[in-house]
């Protein structure tokens, strides 16, 4: 099956720095999801994102689904932007989801 | 427009017990997908439902089984239940089968005692 990597896997930051989360996969896929876990365990929607760059707010996100990459940048980030971030890619109607990374801002 | 439901939020059972949690969807939506979070295992795709027909499935062994209703409703039903069944199990709603936007639910927290 596809294999799903995110980077870096714990990431601590000061408000108001920026920050880059990655997600690699190991083959072609249809689609391509980015979340927020919230500390009560539900997935928050950011970005459907199967190539291309978009944008909401602080967020922002790109798939270079030909080098089978998916970036997410958060800009000046806050501290409730904590959590745990989610890539899922899906193929052949089966999601795979990364190991996701852990941010935490602190004031 | 409603998001995705799933009760009940917790429950509790002991091994050897099954236990059953239930998914409604975005009205409209017509696929449902389920997961399960371990902190060890991380998140794991159980099965697809479209149509009230298991479309994929992921590898879990045959005591996690599901359906899918007229309604789109879905159930997921896990029979003698073990220790390491205690996880967060989490639906999603697609409007199509086989992939688009996923929409997720609260959770069932499941603790196995």
């Known amino acids: 099956g596809i294999q799903v990597e995110q980077s870096p896997p714990d990431l601590i930051l000061q408000e108001g720095a920026n920050s880059t989360l990655r997600c690699n996969f190991s083959?072609?896929?249809?689609?391509l999801q980015w979340f927020h876990q919230n500390p009560w365990g539900q997935l928050i929607n950011l970005f459907y994102i199967p190539s291309g760059t978009k944008q909401n707010g602080r967020l922002s996100a790109t798939t270079v689904a030909t080098e089978r990459y998916s970036l997410l940048y958060i800009s000046s980030s806050q501290t409730t932007d904590s959590g745990v971030y989610f890539c899922?890619?899906?193929?052949?109607?089966?999601?795979?989801f990364g190991d996701g990374t852990t941010l935490t801002v602190k004031p | 427009k409603a998001g995705v439901t799933q009760t009940p939020r917790y429950l509790i059972k002991t091994r050897g017990q099954q236990v059953t949690l239930s998914c409604s969807p975005i009205s409209g939506h017509r696929s449902v997908s389920w997961y399960q979070q371990t902190p060890g295992q991380g998140l794991q795709f159980l099965f697809e439902y479209f149509s009230e027909t298991q479309r994929n499935k992921g590898n879990f062994p045959g005591r996690f089984s599901g359906r899918q209703f007229s309604n789109s409703r879905s159930e997921m039903n896990v029979s003698t239940l073990e220790l390491g069944d205690s996880a967060l199990y989490l639906c999603a709603s697609l409007q199509r089968e086989g992939g688009n936007e996923q929409f997720f639910g609260p959770g069932t927290r499941l603790t196995v005692l």
């Open positions: 083959d072609s896929v249809n689609n």
């Open positions: 899922a890619v899906q193929y052949a109607g089966k999601s795979t």
